[in-house]
């Protein structure tokens, strides 16, 4: 019983961790001049390293693994060309991305270990 109470809190404390790197990439894409980048980035693989740890269950795997490919592609648009918040919404999404990749390479090397395991 301990075990799984242990497991439930992880989980959750990923989801909280999910929340606020998702807040922070959104925050700092539209408040660029108020994070120095080095500082911004090494927060995001963090938070995103911390999500793909311990967030996901087997069955969350296949989705997350594709929501991260979907918006690894979305970060390659020039959101630059809309006027007015292409700039910002190109911020919002390259940080969302940087936020993702440590925890789907994470979860892509869980999914391959599993398989080799099998």
Known sequence: ?????TQFELHRVAHYTFFVGLLVAIVA??????FRPEVLL???VILGFIVGVFNLTTKETVPFLIAAIALM?????????IPVVGMALRRVLSNIVV???PG?????LKAIWKLAAD
């Open 42 to 44: 090494t927060t995001l």
């Open 104 to 108: 789907a390479i994470l979860v892509g």
């Open 1 to 5: 019983m301990a075990h799984k109470r």
């Open 29 to 34: 894409g539209m408040f660029a001049d108020l």
């Open 73 to 81: 592609l979305a970060g390659i648009v020039n959101l630059g060309l």
């Open 99 to 101: 936020f993702v990749v």
